[in-house]
């Protein structure tokens, strides 16, 4: 039986590393990151995928930098066929890309070779786009550079944000790595070299992208701020002090005013006025405060049209 080595982190992982233990795959070892303070509390926390492959009753591994020798030994040592990566979330060094016969393959949520790297779900919706997917691919030692195995394209709907296609690429990626993996297994499975002209990238989140900057236009506003919910969330500046946006819509509003200046209050809305067009902030989060809709935190603040937002 093909011995498999399954690596993720995250609960995008989750759901695929339980469709391989059902299927019946021999998975010797579940790698994941380390167990991480979480939250006020800091409470030291599991990752999903160590809580789910412990309800599966199968063997972790947590190493800190699978780039030192010893702790990517521990995985040479299980001489595993295939090794299977989704949203792993370390860089696996050569010498664990070349061990296994069959290779190392990733679930990755993007249709590569477009948005290699590590947040491709929140860059899709950040740029507007009306369709993303995932990829099964060979691993290689350059960034999402290897060659695609099979794909599957899923639509992003207007008020999809990265939450909810997260949930829905993951779904995806386990339903194509189940069709995909008896092929790799069997060595009939197709390798399309990317076509590296078409190429681009979406990096882990920079505190900059979380900013909201006004002299944008309202429908760029509106994806940045669902590319960016439910984490790590767009903010804004009033009064000296960061505000969460948490969800916003576009607005219909016949007022204006300058970029970032509140237009118009409603009962359960902040309308502001952009580069283009009007943005209605439904749910933010003050500093130091909880997450609450509109209507909530206008009961509170007198704020009054002509406010600004920085």
């Known amino acids: ?10 609960a995008f992982s989750a759901p ?19 167990d991480r303070p979480v939250g006020r509390k800091k409470i030291l926390t599991p990752t999903p995928v ?8 199968l063997p972790v591994y947590q190493p800190e930098k699978l780039k030192d020798p010893e702790q990517a030994q521990k ?14 979330g370390q860089i696996l060094p050569t010498s664990v890309l070349e061990a296994p016969k069959l290779g190392a393959i990733n679930v990755h949520a993007s249709l590569l070779p477009e948005y290699r790297g590590g947040a491709p779900i929140h860059q899709a919706i950040i740029d507007g ?44 990626g386990m339903e194509l790595l189940k069709a995909t993996l008896p092929s ?26 979380e900013r ?44 204006t005013g300058a970029p970032g200046e509140i237009i118009e209050l409603t009962k359960d809305a902040i309308i502001v006025q952009t ?15 909880k997450r609450m809709t509109a209507e909530d935190y206008l009961r509170g603040p007198k704020l009054q049209a002509g406010d600004r937002f920085e």
Request: aromatic share 6%.
């Open 1 to 10: 039986m093909t011995k498999i080595v399954f690596m993720g982190t995250p």
């Open 16 to 34: 695929i590393l339980k469709m391989l233990a059902e299927e019946g795959y021999d998975i010797v070892s579940v790698v994941t990151q380390p």
């Open 50 to 57: 160590k809580e789910q492959a412990l309800e599966l009753g």
């Open 75 to 88: 995985i040479l040592d299980l001489k595993p066929d295939l090794i299977v990566t989704a949203a792993f």
């Open 129 to 172: 786009k009306k369709e993303t997917g995932v990829t099964i691919m060979y691993m290689v030692d350059r960034l999402d550079a290897g060659d695609i195995i099979s794909q599957k394209s899923v639509p992003i709907e207007e008020t999809d944000h990265t939450g909810s296609m997260f949930e829905k690429l993951s779904v995806a």
């Open 184 to 209: 790799i297994i069997d060595g009939t499975n197709a390798r399309t070299p990317q076509d590296e002209e078409r190429v681009t990238f979406a990096r882990n989140i920079s505190r900059e992208q």
């Open 212 to 255: 909201i900057d006004w002299n944008k236009s309202a429908s760029e506003l509106y994806n940045q701020v669902r590319g960016l919910h439910p984490w790590p969330v767009a903010f804004t500046t009033l009064a000296d002090a960061n505000v969460k946006l948490w969800w916003t819509e576009i607005a219909d509003s016949q007022k």
């Open 275 to 289: 580069g283009e067009g009007a943005l209605a902030i439904k749910e933010l989060q003050p500093a130091g405060k």
